[in-house]
């Protein structure tokens, strides 16, 4: 288990290399049981993103997953949560991500606030670790692709792992429609 192979990437089990995981990331996988079901892989940090991910190593956009963090405020409250989408769409902020969270408008943390709240580092945060109270929103299509490649927290290794793995994170909920595909439709 933990071993998977997409593309030109060949994981290790996470159990194997937790040093490749931001240290909330490790300790959320160690909690959960998860750390010999997850498979890790280092990869150069200056091809973290996912297009350069996707082309160096011969990769289908329907296996790789974006994780962005979203906030917006009711009755002077923020309200922060992370999105799970797939490269192939966007997260649909303006109307899915405003009506779960429950406020008039959202949008993307700062990249600043993102990695000092996330403890993580830009371009690798991950849904795996986030603090506790946030909840995660998991596009359907995530939930439903047998390897998904997303973030570790550093940007210096991906994970890859079943998706339904993260419909089973802690406060997560599967949303059908959370991402939106290049025309503006949830497909």
Do not use: H
Request: net charge negative; glycine share 12%; charged share 20%.
């Amino acid at each position: 288990m933990g071993v998977f192979t997409l593309g030109g990437l060949t994981t290790a089990p996470a159990s194997t290399a937790t040093e490749l995981l931001a240290p909330t990331t490790a300790g959320a996988l160690t909690a959960s049981g998860w750390l010999d079901d997850v498979g890790v892989v280092e990869i150069d940090p200056a091809i973290s993103d996912t297009a350069a991910t996707r082309e160096r190593f011969g990769l289908d956009a329907a296996t790789l997953a974006n994780c962005v963090v979203v906030a917006g405020k009711r009755e002077g409250v923020e309200r922060i949560a992370a999105c799970v989408v797939l490269a192939t769409t966007r997260a649909d902020v303006n109307n899915t991500v405003k009506r779960l969270l429950d406020v008039r408008k959202a949008s993307f943390l700062s990249m600043d606030r993102a990695v000092e709240l996330t403890g993580m580092e830009y371009g690798g945060i991950t849904p795996i670790g986030l603090p506790a109270e946030w909840p995660v929103f998991v596009d359907a299509r995530v939930a439903e692709t047998d390897v998904v490649i997303i973030g570790s927290g550093v940007r210096r290794s991906k994970i890859l792992l079943p998706g339904r793995l993260l419909g089973q994170l802690p406060n997560a909920r599967v949303v059908d429609g959370l991402g939106l595909d290049a025309l503006g439709a949830g497909a």
